[in-house]
């Protein structure tokens, strides 16, 4: 991990490379900070710091033997803790189980929370705890010489979720270390620890992610026009992991429009319905905005909505199994059905394909939805 990848957080990247040039290490710190602002990758971006062979002022080289495993955090010197769950195959499990998942886990993102992390282990219902038994190992490991680095280095991920005999035979350790051995904890809820860990650990308060930075990530690396990255920005609230299925959401909304007419569908049926005239005009200058493709799409899936329902209505069961319709658009149309029936069906198409052949003909957009929106008021009105 490298400094770089971590969004944000200059102040705190440049206290600890500021430890290492004063060779002021502290042997066990604490990292806490709220879920999503990067604690886990910034401690993995200190200890390949603290062990690169040729750093830079800022990052690590990237290169050097130690980086070189470090990136892969296969690194001999690199040890690691986090939650797990007892399983079938070991039903008193301890972090060098879950290695391999734990690796690809890890790599796999640069921001982490436990509930991402649960499903690698194939934790179903499982809460994911660090087990009496594992302070052993961290004992075993620590008491052996360093393999190849200046420093060995233990990582004790969501330390808050140590049992409490765990952490009460650690205590000795992590308060007299044996020489060039670090802790590292990290934590989301640090109120959580045992106050006998707490005050043996150096505090490294991991803010969350300012709101320019993850504005500007937006804008440079994913190319989110402005308006936009200043929503997700706001809602993100400076946790990435936040940031993440925000964007996430947004490609699977790009990849699949028929979510976006459905909502214009349904908020433009409920105002013809209601006759909000208001409601319509300002439905009108948002379709207007859309672009003459997309209002030939938008035309075309309302028709095809219309005729669903049409049929929905004649058959309800027939069309339930098939399932044309989406869950949302099925429960829209069960009860919209009401209003589509055989004195209306044959108007709503001629004038759908009326607008349809305007729009292409490069009609005025507005004037062809403000029509077509008062002949759509009409048309309900129609009894059946
Ligand atoms: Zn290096």
């Keep these: 991990m490298f400094f770089k990848n971590i969004i944000g957080q200059q102040e705190v990247k440049e206290r600890l490379i500021q430890t290492v040039k004063d060779g002021r290490i502290s042997h066990a710190q604490l990292f806490f900070g709220a879920e999503g ?112 680095a200046e420093y060995k280095i233990m990582i004790i991920w969501m330390a808050e979720k140590m049992n409490i005999q765990a952490a009460n035979k650690l205590l000795k350790i992590i308060e007299e270390p044996p020489s060039k051995t670090l802790f590292l904890l990290i ?16 505090p490294v308060k991991i803010p969350k992610i300012n709101e320019k930075d993850i504005f500007e990530h937006l804008t440079n690396v994913h190319q989110i026009p402005e308006q936009e990255a200043r929503d997700i920005t706001h809602l993100s609230n400076g946790n990435f992991l936040k940031t993440q299925q925000l964007l996430a959401q947004r490609n699977a909304d790009s990849e ?13 049926m409920r105002n013809c319905y209601s006759v909000k005239i208001v409601e319509i005009l300002k439905w009108v200058d948002e379709i207007a905005d859309l672009g003459r493709e997309r209002q030939k799409f938008f035309i075309e899936y309302a028709l095809k909505m219309i005729r669903e329902c049409f049929v929905l209505r004649l058959t309800p069961e ?57 002949k759509v008021v009409k048309l309900l009105k129609i009894n059946n």
Excluded: M
């Excluded at 934590?187 to 150096?202: A, H, P, Y």
């Design 37 to 148: 602002s990067g604690s886990l990758a910034l401690a993995l971006a200190y200890a390949q710091f603290i062990n690169c062979e040729n750093h830079t002022e800022t990052d690590s080289c990237g290169v050097c033997p130690s980086c070189s495993k470090f990136k892969k955090l296969i690194h001999p010197d690199l040890h690691f803790v986090f939650p797990v769950v007892k399983t079938k195959k070991f039903d008193q499990p301890v972090s060098d189980n879950f290695l391999t998942e734990w690796r690809s886990y890890v790599l796999s993102n640069t921001y982490h929370n436990l509930t991402n992390w649960l499903p690698f282990l194939g934790a179903e219902n499982q809460q994911g705890a660090i087990f009496a038994n594992e302070s052993q190992e961290i004992i075993k490991k620590l008491s052996l010489q360093t393999f190849e």
């Design 187 to 202: 934590s989301e809820q640090s109120e959580e620890i045992l106050k006998t860990i707490l005050s043996r650990c150096q």
């Design 256 to 268: 699949n429009p028929d979510k976006q007419y459905f909502s214009l569908f349904t908020q433009w």
């Design 318 to 374: 027939i069309n339930t199994q098939i399932g044309y319709l989406g869950k949302d658009e099925l429960e829209f149309s069960k009860r919209f059905a009401n209003f589509i029936h055989e004195k209306n069906i044959t108007q709503f198409s001629n004038e759908f394909d009326n607008a349809y052949a305007h729009i292409e003909r490069n009609g005025y957009a507005k004037i062809i939805f403000t029509d077509l929106s008062l």
